[in-house]
């Protein structure tokens, strides 16, 4: 395959990736808004504890649709790692994305609910680029590739490997023994 070839075929792939990152993150974007705005309407809880609790059930439900849809295809042979390693960038994600609401309503008093909401998106959208990185790079790893066999290149040490091989048994030296 050509260089040019090979690159195409990269970013197709990444292309894919990022749409399928992207749909799960569109639920849980969904899912957490969803949470934050019932939590916030019909409990007593403080914005940024709100947000919290719903960033937690957004980590939750993404783990499952990164896992069995996105990166399905990724290394699944340590869980527990995975798993970790998940939920420890996931917890950095969250600090991101409620530290610029904290900001927003501790910092700058802006804690309307359309202000919450708006800090709350953008929080959201800062922490997506870290999680995105994060998980491709370090929790859902890729499988090693399988180098190409190369026929070609595979022949002469075919060739070198029969020439070497004894074509007589020779029988052990009685004296010596």
Known sequence: MSERGALRTRLDLMAREVAKFGAVGAVGLLVNIAVFNLLR???????VRASVLATFVAILC???GFRYWTYRDRDKTRRTRELTLFLLFSVAGAVIENGVLYLATYGFHWNTPVQS???KILGIGIAT?????SYRTWVFKALPAEPPVDEEAARPAERFLEQRRPTETVEPDPVRN
């Open 62 to 64: 993404n783990y499952v």
């Open 117 to 119: 909401n708006f800090f």
């Open 129 to 133: 680029l870290f999680r995105f990185w």
């Open 41 to 47: 309407h019909t409990t007593d809880l403080q914005v």
